[in-house]
């Protein structure tokens, strides 16, 4: 398994040997904020976290920092899924309106004939579960829990047209700001 505590001494290469469980376990290790434009970490936890001035990080830059959340986290999902032949899908959800502004990235992945949501650092999900016979069950299923949430939060104000959920395969630059990331996500 994946020592974590050894993180530093670890590079993007060598993470991407590591086997699907390990690779999973990483991943959920991984500590969920964002490195800002100046180079700044800022890890949710911190008593004066904000998110302020964004810089989309790289796979290099998630493993050299220790640090991402679903955007960033995506992109190193997708390549490692690129290196080991496992078929995914990243999914980009948004909602977007004057009372609430919330996105999340998802991979979705393919493997024992079989769709599931790929584990991350913020949801608590298990590599493989649960599993769905097809993408589009798999992605009814997530998107059901992102709105769940929504509904939650605001209540009689929630309206199902300022959902988006679509699939992407846009690739970002190191240092994209948010305002970049979503104007090109949202083509």
Not at 83 to 100: R, V
Not at 134 to 154: E, H, I, P, R
Request: with cysteine.
């Amino acid at each position: 398994m994946f020592d974590n505590q050894n993180t530093s001494r670890k590079t993007l290469k060598q993470i991407l040997t590591l086997d699907v469980q390990s690779f999973f376990h990483y991943v959920s290790s991984i500590p969920y904020g964002y490195q800002d434009r100046s180079g700044a970490l800022h890890v949710s936890g911190d008593p004066d976290f904000a998110v302020r001035d964004y810089a989309f990080s790289s796979p290099e830059q998630i493993v050299e920092n220790n640090c991402c959340w679903c955007w960033d986290l995506a992109e190193l999902i997708r390549l490692y899924c690129s290196e080991h032949a496992i078929p995914c899908q990243a999914y980009f959800m948004e909602y977007l309106s004057d009372d609430l502004h919330q996105t999340h990235t998802q991979v979705f992945l393919y493997d024992h004939e079989t769709w599931s949501a790929a584990p991350d650092n913020c949801l608590g999900l298990s590599y493989g579960t649960p599993r769905f016979n097809s993408l589009n069950d798999c992605v009814a299923w997530f998107t059901g829990m992102f709105t769940d949430y929504l509904k939650a939060v605001l209540k009689e104000r929630y309206d199902e047209r300022r959902l988006l959920v679509k699939p992407y395969s846009c690739i970002f630059p190191a240092g994209a700001s948010a305002e970049e990331y979503l104007s090109k996500i949202r083509l």
